[in-house]
């Protein structure tokens, strides 16, 4: 069955950079893309950016761009979501998403932003 | 940027009854929408795409209706399980959520 397996909780201060990992199993890595969704307090569910997993590029939400890189390693089948510039607004649940493959979402990594 | 606005922001309906949430895209997003199911501290879960079509699964009693700018997710017979709360997504342009409709069950 098809699992997004996310790394774990964040705490990181404002200004700094988090990366975000995100293992896939369960199907063929390179045949769909991965999406990338946030989730702030309060605030709608909000897609970053997407990248196809086959030929690695990216697409970025213009909220997000020069801010966010996307990459994968098609060898371990993983997906990464690199956030830099952090600001408490970023605190926030980040999901990985395969939207394509039947719609199915990783668990969720907490990122914390605070001084 | 398509704006999704859902309402309402709150429902509270009783077991066995009927819940209707509304969705509205701000330009027609013809019927390129899904809908969501989240619980708390879950991922969203998906329940319909193409505005009308349950994702595999998803039992009979979620139905969803729309096309251009607006579009409706249908409970009927609510159970108490069914306390979540549901966005709407266009995926015509990008993909935009709506704010969420949390539906409270009596």
């Known amino acids: 069955q098809v699992q997004l397996v996310q790394s774990g909780a964040e705490v990181t201060k404002p200004g700094a950079s988090v990366k975000v990992s995100c293992k896939a199993s369960?199907?063929?890595?390179?045949?769909?893309?991965m999406h990338w969704v946030r989730q702030a307090p309060g605030q709608r569910l909000e897609l970053m950016a997407w990248?196809?997993?086959?030929?690695?590029?990216?697409t970025y939400s213009p909220k997000f761009q020069g801010r966010v890189t996307i990459t994968r390693d098609t060898s371990a089948s993983t997906a990464y979501m690199e956030l830099s510039s952090l600001r408490s607004e970023d605190t926030a649940v980040y999901y990985c998403?395969?939207?394509?493959?039947?719609?199915?979402w990783g668990q969720g990594t907490l990122v914390t932003v605070s001084s | 940027e398509v704006v999704m606005m859902q309402s309402p922001a709150t429902l509270s309906v009783s077991p066995g009854e009927r819940a209707t949430l509304s969705c509205r895209a701000s330009?027609?997003?013809?019927?390129?929408v899904a809908w969501y199911q989240q619980k708390p501290g879950q991922a969203p879960k998906l329940l319909i795409h193409?505005?009308?079509t349950r994702a595999t699964g998803i039992p009979a009693r979620f139905s969803g209706s729309g096309s251009g700018t607006d579009f409706t997710l249908t409970i009927s017979s609510l159970q108490s399980e069914d306390s979540a709360v549901y966005f709407c997504?266009?995926?015509?342009?990008?993909?935009?959520f709506g704010q969420g409709t949390k539906l409270e069950i009596k």
């Open positions: 369960g199907y063929t890595f390179t045949t769909y893309a």
């Open positions: 193409g505005a009308s």
């Open positions: 990248i196809n997993t086959g030929s690695g590029d990216a």
């Open positions: 998403a395969c939207l394509d493959c039947g719609d199915y």
């Open positions: 330009q027609s997003v013809s019927n390129n």
């Open positions: 997504q266009q995926y015509n342009s990008w993909r935009t």
